[in-house]
Nanobody, 121 residues
Framework: QVQLVESGGGLVQPGGSLRLSCAASGSIFIINDMGWYRQAPGNQRELVARISSSGNTVLADSVKGRFTISRDNARNTVYLQMNSLKPEDTAVYYC???????????????WGQGTLVTVSS
């Protein structure tokens, strides 16, 4: 079993910053890709950013220049630093770990429970 626990969501004013964290635990051998997705009411879930185990990153065009993704492989943790937040960033943010290889050498994709980010004055 592999679990993801997210933290760091909340209410912030436009132009403010938040940092999301997501820690993976369980029978993990290696996590290849970790990332963040978000889903606003009435919208589909969309990719925000993802990072490979070697540090290669992909960011959505809407967050480039404002958000940064990073990870600590030793702690199986991924971070999303969100700066210059806008009301349209309001959504539930979900952590994802993809191509997780377990100690038993099975491969999983795992989702966190989601954390709400609200950008409002």
């Amino acid at each position: 079993q592999v679990q993801l626990v997210e933290s760091g969501g909340g209410l912030v004013q436009p132009g403010g910053s938040l940092r999301l964290s997501c820690a993976a635990s369980g029978s993990i051998f290696i996590i290849n890709d970790m990332g963040w997705y978000r889903q606003a009411p009435g919208n589909q879930r969309e990719l925000v950013a993802r990072i490979s185990s070697s540090g290669n990153t992909v960011l959505a065009d809407s967050v480039k220049g404002r958000f940064t993704i990073s990870r600590d492989n030793a702690r199986n943790t991924v971070y999303l630093q969100m700066n210059s937040l806008k009301p349209e960033d309001t959504a539930v943010y979900y952590c994802n770990a993809d191509r997780v290889v377990t100690v038993a050498r099975s491969t999983l994709a795992v989702w966190g429970q989601g954390t709400l980010v609200t950008v409002s004055s």
